[in-house]
């Protein structure tokens, strides 16, 4: 137990340094009667949540909420967080409940609550887009709400809520928008002058960290490569920043990112950047990042057709789930059971796990890809009729919204299960799905579709002439790297 006049560290900067299990460890030992209790434990929850311990940082918070003074500053704080951590601890799509009830949250004249709704509101958005829950086209609104947190921030002079805010615009612009990346830069780069920051040397090298991985992913999609000496270089510089500023998660950051970013261009040599970053975390006790690599590791293998490894990559992310409180957790792992029973052959395992985890999921926001993996079974064996009506299932769940990656995932696997019904109708139903890519600038999945679609369609020799139709349309759109990697992926 601390002393009553035991002084604390700034707990703000070691919750950007991600120094969680510091934090979780400092902030119990405090007494209720200790006038920083409530102050310090606002940030005992956030590190847990930060951790990916979603339960246990919910629970804490509502253990707090029970034991404060309703008249307490922090209490609208505290209420605001309890009610966005619902989001992570239950199966159901409840994303425009927790939105409208931290609105009403907001009504208040308290410039650091509504700093927080912003912020929050922003983030219910975007953790929706992600999972397919809220229309692609409310990016704008996510951005605008951000945008106004970081205002906020910034007139409070709180500069290190005001840089996070900041770099999730950045994330929006980048991550949605057809990737308006210049854009991203730009939010970025209008950090970097805050030299007075408390922390500037921690907070300018995760700023320049985050504008190395944009530049980059802005020169593959465009085909003009940085100098590859120059990218190392500022990787060892960036590494040697994180630890001069004790930040012990410096390298195995820098690395998970620069290996995240090559493999998702076709790169293979990201894979020891994201081993090495693994090893990291695992020292440190790090699990969100851990579980991202290996899923990375494992989408990679599955692409090219290596079931082993991609299994072996599935089961290690699997492990890290244990860490990971998520209430989703049951349909998260139902999702891996049924896809190594259909790795492992026969169908008929993972059609019997399919329709028992879709019946007991139903209520999920996992459902569709439960659905989904339900219908590939299907599909695979005699039953053909169900698979199709699954995949009708799953478009029109995501017809409603903005065009998103999930609809044409779901209106190519639709049309691969239609064209030994309905060739015409299958083509169209991909031909779609091409065109949502297109929009999309999808090009990793638009190398996909060209190339089943060219499968399907090789015994009526009409293979070339779609390649070529769809290349021709991506170079008149000025962008030739794309055309160079579908040209690959396609063959």
Not at 190 to 204: A, G, K
Not at 297 to 309: K, L, M, S, T, V
Not at 438 to 466: M, V
Request: charged share 20%; net charge neutral; with cysteine.
């Amino acid at each position: 137990m601390h002393p009553v006049n035991f002084k604390l560290p700034d707990l703000a900067i070691l919750l950007k340094r991600k120094q969680y299990k510091l934090i979780i460890e400092i902030t119990s030992g405090l007494a209720i009667d200790n006038h920083q209790y409530f102050h310090s434990h606002l940030y005992h929850f956030r590190a847990l949540a930060e951790l990916g311990k979603f339960a246990s940082a919910s629970r804490h918070c509502k253990k707090l909420i029970a034991v404060m003074p309703s008249n307490h500053d922090f209490y609208p704080l505290f209420q605001a967080w309890n009610i966005f951590l619902e989001l992570f601890v239950t199966e159901k799509n409840n994303f425009q409940e927790v939105f409208e009830k931290l609105g009403e949250s907001g009504c208040t004249e308290d410039q650091t609550l509504k700093a927080l709704i912003c912020y929050l509101q922003s983030r219910v958005i975007s953790f929706g887009m992600a999972v397919g829950s809220w229309p692609q086209n409310a990016v704008n609104h996510a951005i605008t709400l951000m945008q106004d947190a970081a205002d906020t921030y910034l007139r409070s002079d709180n500069l290190i809520e005001y840089g996070s805010a900041i770099k999730a615009i950045a994330l929006l612009y980048s991550s949605y928008n057809n990737g308006d990346i210049p854009k991203a830069i730009l939010c970025l780069q209008q950090l970097l002058p805050f030299s007075t920051h408390p922390d500037n040397l921690y907070f300018t090298t995760t700023v320049r960290l985050s504008l190395l991985i944009l530049e980059n992913q802005a020169a593959f999609d465009t085909g003009c490569f940085l100098d590859q000496n120059k990218n190392e270089q500022r990787i060892n510089e960036l590494i040697c920043q994180f630890l001069l500023a004790g930040h012990p998660l410096g390298e195995a950051d820098v690395k998970f990112e620069w290996g995240m970013l090559l493999l998702e261009y076709g790169y293979e040599k990201g894979m020891p950047f994201l081993f090495n970053a693994i090893k990291l975390y695992d020292k440190y006790g790090e699990f969100s990042n851990r579980q991202s690599a290996w899923k990375k590791i494992a989408d990679w293998h599955e692409r090219r057709g290596q079931a082993e490894e991609a299994d072996n990559a599935y089961r290690e992310s699997a492990k890290v789930d244990t860490h990971i409180e998520l209430e989703m957790t049951g349909a998260i792992q139902a999702i891996l059971e049924i896809h190594h029973a259909f790795m492992a052959k026969p169908e008929r395992e993972a059609v019997r796990l399919g329709r028992f985890y879709l019946n007991k999921y139903k209520e999920s926001r996992m459902a569709p890809q439960l659905r989904a993996l339900l219908a590939n079974a299907l599909s695979q064996g005699t039953g053909k009729t169900e698979a199709l009506e699954h995949f009708e299932a799953i478009v029109d769940y995501y017809q409603g919204s903005s065009p998103s990656s999930f609809l044409s995932d779901a209106l190519f696997n639709y049309s691969n299960a239609l064209f030994s019904v309905d060739p015409i109708a299958a083509k169209n139903a991909a031909l779609k799905a091409i065109d949502i890519a297109l929009e999309l600038k999808d090009y990793i999945s638009l190398g996909k579709y060209f190339r089943e679609l060219a499968l399907h369609l090789s015994q009526q020799k009409k293979i070339a002439p779609l390649l070529v139709a769809g290349l021709l349309h991506l170079k008149e759109e000025g962008f030739k790297f794309a055309e160079k990697r579908v040209w690959t992926r396609a063959s």
